[in-house]
């Protein structure tokens, strides 16, 4: 296996960057493997590669880790310019997977979980802070569950510039041992699209067919644009593994996919919160916090015998 790591683009903190799959190089068939960051506005070019150099990889099949399905329809992407140069495509998306494989009549795509480098598992350590988050402010209804965070000894790692953010730019490593001296780690598995970001989907002839965008409404029913909840769609976040890995209580906040019940148990392995009884779920954690730990170490363990850079080598790409 030849390994073809993303491009330097990208935030500091992505995990992306911090796979290692060339650890597993020779224990892999005679196939390239890109880590992650394709997209048709870049393609190849982004890696730099000579014309000789590309007409070779282009020769051999070729295996894509696909984390920004669905996400990237909304910037008007289209996979299908580009998809005929992979063999498989494995992305976080199921219901994307189900959708195109159905149209084109291929199992090209192989929904997976977020793999976590072992190497990056943080030691077992003394608790310091209630409550965490790591990542962009991306919608309203975020931004008001992280002032609720805010009221308890929070943490808050991002690459933004904002009054509520307490860690700034950090370090992979330094954010996975805030997530490992945290009590509780709020995920949210979401995306917000915005308006303008609806038309590149509109222009999209079969998205109803994507169950990812089945809140999304067509662009003749104008006014069901305006509901009492917001368009959503589901997106896995490599927080939810993070925060299992970290030992910190996942707490998710549940949402009309719960993407999430496809790698972990609700009740068992992590804890669910609904709309407006955030901090209220807060502080029943916290005044009971022993009883909540089995649910951490089970969602410990469950992960670190499923969901690491080692597993997914072993039971999908040594496959291949």
Request: proline share 5%; with cysteine.
């Amino acid at each position: 296996m030849r390994v073809i790591n993303r491009s330097s683009s990208g935030y500091k903190q992505d995990p992306t960057k911090y796979f290692n799959f060339q650890r597993f190089a020779k224990q892999c068939g005679d196939f390239v493997l890109i880590e992650g960051a394709f997209e048709q506005a870049t393609l190849w070019k982004q890696f730099a590669f000579s014309d000789k150099e590309l007409k070779k990889i282009l020769k051999k099949k070729i295996v894509r880790l696909e984390f920004e399905e669905p996400n990237k329809f909304f910037i008007g992407d289209n996979p299908d310019s580009y998809d005929g140069d992979f063999y498989k495509i494995f992305t976080l998306c199921p219901y994307t997977a189900e959708w195109l494989n159905k149209k084109h009549r291929v199992q090209k795509r192989v929904p997976f979980f977020f793999p976590f480098n072992e190497e990056f598992i943080p030691i077992k350590t003394k608790k310091k802070y209630d409550i965490i988050y790591t990542g962009h402010i991306v919608s309203k209804q975020l931004f008001r569950d992280l002032k609720i965070i805010s009221r308890f000894n929070y943490r808050f790692a991002s690459n933004s510039k904002h009054p509520l953010v307490t860690n700034q730019s950090v370090s992979y490593e330094e954010k996975m041992k805030l997530i490992s001296q945290t009590k509780i780690t709020l995920v949210q598995n979401l995306l917000y699209p915005k308006l303008w970001q609806l038309f590149n989907i509109w222009r999209i002839a079969d998205f109803q067919k994507n169950k990812a965008f089945k809140l999304i409404p067509s662009w003749y029913t104008p006014w069901k644009l305006y509901p009492f909840e917001p368009i959503v769609v589901p997106q896995l976040k490599s927080r939810v593994f993070e925060a299992a890995f970290g030992r910190s209580l996942i707490l998710c906040k549940k949402d009309p996919f719960n993407i999430i019940e496809r790698y972990f148990e609700p009740g068992k392995e992590f804890v669910y919160f609904e709309e407006g009884k955030l901090e209220e779920k807060i502080k029943e954690i916290l005044a009971n916090y022993k009883k909540y730990e089995p649910i951490i170490e089970r969602a410990y363990r469950r992960a670190k015998n499923n969901y690491t850079t080692e597993k997914f080598v072993k039971n999908y790409l040594e496959k291949l």
